[in-house]
């Protein structure tokens, strides 16, 4: 009897290690599982930030140098939301015909879908965007959120790019500049996060001052498109026509006729007023938002309303940061994301120094002043 329970109770202990050993297998298997799919998931938002930067770089150099001005915790943000807006941007260049647009740009809107929920499609900016708004969650327990109304606003605001739709009036151009720039502002600040009315207002005249700007630049490239890769190679065939994208009601009082800006170029008559109604209400705008931070370092309101204060996404709930902050604190504290008013600033600069002459070549080069401006901007938290 003592035989058998000598090697009796050793049986039944090979039997408790051999039921053991499969579940420490498995529990080292499933560990290993989840590492590699951390390791995996890591390399690809370090990929998907790479491909945004490049992207940056390449097409919008002064949004990639201004990202250094942005809080550290918020660049990511900021890179994926500027390299999305980037995207939108070549949607017409890229595209074959306007139905193959629109299915681009309902792809982002189903995208933004997906990546607030956490699950983006395997796109480089939407893993980014979903990756820095899932930190942005984490960072503020949920309280901060990114607004799907404004995301959808940059996808939906495009469609007018698709066909160069004319804008009516100054009025008109305004409103496609705070669709597009005012609210990739509007955004950036959400990522910090930031709930003022006084920074969304400042935001909101930046914004548009950037988007003028922005129409402005891109005017000599919308109204001689080149070639299309995807066009004839044939000589005139399948040409893309131009538009000359300035608001209908400016050409008509500086009197200047499109088919004359394709046939005379800077040399339309009229063309150069045109331009400088439109460049004024761009300055316009800065001097605005020069003049609201100077009332409040006086100690006083900003001098007039935010038009859009109430619209979707311009709710204003204080996160515990900002509950001793005055206007002012918060303003300085967003000081980053208002940076692109000094490179607004130093184009119009360079517009006026040639004269309102649209087509000059040296408008359409980076300015090798934005960083050191910047800079000085920055610190002197002045515009």
Known sequence: MSLFREFAQPSRQLCRLSTRSPRTKLQRSRQFTRSAHSVAAEAEIQAAHKYCSDLLIKYDRPSYTLHT??????????????????????????????????????????????????????????????????????????????????????????????????????????????????????????????????????????????????????????????????????????????????????????????????????????????VFTVATRASDHLITAQQMLSNLRAGQDVGHDFEHEGEEGHEYEVYSDQRQESPLDEVNRAFGVFMPAVGTRLWLDRLQSVDFDIFRSELLRSDWKLPWKAYMAFKRKNL
């Open 69 to 274: 001005f942005i809080p550290r915790h918020a660049q990511t943000f900021y890179l994926a939301l500027r390299a999305l807006n980037v995207s939108l941007s070549m949607i017409p260049d890229t595209t074959s015909s306007y139905t193959i647009g629109l299915m681009r740009l309902q792809f982002w809107r189903d995208a933004v879908t997906k990546i607030l929920a956490g699950s983006p499609p395997k796109e480089p900016i939407a893993i980014l965007l979903a990756s820095a708004i899932a930190d942005l969650h984490e960072r503020t327990q949920g309280r901060a959120r990114i607004s799907k109304g404004w995301l959808n606003r940059l996808i939906n605001s495009r469609e007018q790019t698709l066909t160069n739709d004319p804008y009516t009036n100054i009025a008109a151009l305004e409103s496609y500049a705070e669709n597009t720039y005012s609210t990739l502002m509007y955004l950036t600040l959400s990522a910090l996060p930031m709930a003022s009315v006084t920074a969304d207002h400042v935001a909101s005249h930046i914004g548009k001052a950037a988007g003028i700007a922005a129409v402005l630049r891109g005017l000599p490239l919308v109204a001689f498109p080149p070639p299309s890769s995807h066009q004839s190679s044939q000589p005139g065939a399948g040409a893309k026509q131009g538009a000359v994208m300035l608001p209908l009601e400016v050409m008509a009082q500086a009197g200047v006729k499109e088919e004359e800006v394709f046939r005379m170029g800077a040399e339309a008559p009229g063309l150069r007023d045109a």
